[in-house]
């Protein structure tokens, strides 16, 4: 077995894993990357949806190849496909292209002098006397083992490093998704998204249509707990139902799961972070987490650096960062959770009746996780009997 050392090593160059990374190395201290596929950003498994803040954060420019399509308003359908438009004169976002996105932060990374192994998959987490002291892993057959004072599990929703740790094995509740990437379509607007809610259409989730030109889109649905077949079937009927898509061809398939419980109880322990989906970072009620992703990498990059220069990674040293992520995203995730279990109460009749009095403020309020409470407190003062009763063990 090889041995390699470093400071900080990291498993996956997703979003979360290349700003660690790249925040780490900027920090002064020796980063190794590792990412399971060829190339970082293939294949992708995304909706592709982040704001303008989000890629700006992220140190991208909002120009082509890293997005496809600029997004200014979205409409939000009830069951009976009456619909509530979302605008905001402040808010601008684009469909990504997030093989081009993802590569772009791996080659930021390497070049803030992080090393990134690429073809190389994580097995297992290393443990010296029963701590977490690096990662075994397999390059082109060859099993290598990487010392290191840090490792940061940012391996996805999955992760095998939060696992082979002892960590929690598995989120109380996921979103299971499946999406077409489909050409020849003619859409009226392309600078508009769209999410279709409903029990019987996409149960416990929701279906979408993000455009990335006039002529594709990525057409999607995710569905949770209640539903009764796989979340492609759902897919299927969605886009049979809509004549707009009769012509269209498929030129892309994938899925995935996204974590719906939120945040993990447990993401840092001694020599050991857990950073994006890894970690629960994803705000449950949109499956939004490539912004989270994001700015949680570069919250981890910093501590492990820090923690590294004055030679304490001890957990307790470690949870600086998980307060620090607390203080703003961790509340937009709790309290987006909380807006999925009252959700999760609504049939399809009530959707109906909250669509009629709801407004593009409360709905963004809602889905985001920001100023929920507020935004409740409004719903509910205009709201009939039987929804304020839905909504009552919510309330803030
Ligand atoms: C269908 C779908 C649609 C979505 N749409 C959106 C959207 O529109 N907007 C949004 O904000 N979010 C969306 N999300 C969520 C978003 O994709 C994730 O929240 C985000 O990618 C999390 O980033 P990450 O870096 O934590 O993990 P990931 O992006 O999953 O990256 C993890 C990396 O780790 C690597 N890896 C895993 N295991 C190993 C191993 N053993 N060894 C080495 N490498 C390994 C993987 O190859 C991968 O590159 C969507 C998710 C799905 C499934």
Redesign the pocket.
């Known amino acids: 077995m090889r041995l390699l050392e470093c400071d900080v090593v990291i498993?996956?160059?997703?979003?979360?894993?290349s700003l660690t990374a790249r925040t780490a190395a900027e920090n002064g201290v020796d980063v190794i990357l590792?990412?399971?596929?060829d190339v970082?950003g293939t294949p992708v498994?995304?909706?592709?949806?982040?704001s303008l803040n989000?890629v700006l954060d992220a140190g991208v420019e909002p120009k082509e190849p890293y997005v496809s399509q600029k997004i200014t308003r979205a409409h939000v359908f009830a069951p009976n496909l009456k619909y509530v438009e979302l605008t905001s004169e402040s808010w601008v976002g684009f469909s990504l292209n997030r093989n081009y996105f993802?590569k772009a932060l791996g080659d930021n990374a390497v070049k803030a002098g992080v090393k990134l192994y690429n073809n190389?998959?994580?097995?297992g987490v290393y443990k010296e006397k029963n701590k977490v002291a690096g990662v075994d892993?397999i390059q082109n057959g060859e099993k290598i083992r990487i010392k290191a004072k840090i490792t940061v599990g940012?391996?996805?929703?999955?992760?095998?490093v939060r696992r082979s740790a002892g960590m929690q094995r598995f989120y109380s509740d996921y979103v299971s998704?499946a999406?077409y990437t489909i050409d020849n379509l003619k859409l009226d607007d392309p600078e508009k998204n769209e999410f279709y809610l409903g029990v019987e259409r996409a149960p416990g989730g929701y279906a979408w249509v993000?455009p990335k030109n006039e002529k594709v889109a990525n057409i999607?649905i995710?569905v949770r707990k209640i539903h009764t077949l796989p979340a492609v079937e759902y897919l299927k009927k969605f886009i049979k139902e809509d004549p707009r898509f009769s012509q269209g061809k498929i030129i892309y398939t994938?899925?995935?799961?996204?974590p719906a419980s939120g945040i993990l109880d447990k993401i840092v322990d001694d020599n050991l972070i857990l950073?994006?989906?890894?970690a629960g970072q994803?705000v449950p009620c949109t499956?939004?987490?490539?912004?989270s992703?994001i700015e949680a990498g570069k919250m981890a990059g910093k501590e492990a650096a820090e923690a590294i220069k004055i030679g304490d990674t001890t957990k307790e040293r470690l949870t600086k960062y998980r307060d620090q992520f607390d203080k703003y995203w961790g509340k937009r995730i709790r309290d987006s959770r909380k807006i999925v279990e009252m959700l999760d109460k609504f049939k399809d009749d009530d959707l109906n009746s909250l669509a009629e009095i709801i407004t593009n403020e409360e709905i963004l309020a809602l889905a985001n996780g920001e100023n929920t409470a507020s935004a409740l407190a409004r719903i509910v003062a205009r709201s009939p009997g039987k929804i304020v009763k839905l909504m009552a063990a919510y309330l803030f």
């Open positions: 498993v996956g160059a997703g979003p979360a894993g590792i990412e399971e596929h970082v498994s995304c909706a592709e949806g982040l989000g993802d190389t998959t994580v097995t892993a940012a391996d996805g929703y999955s992760s095998i998704c999406q993000f999607g995710g994938c899925g995935g799961i996204t950073v994006g989906d890894a994803i499956g939004a987490g490539i912004h992703s």
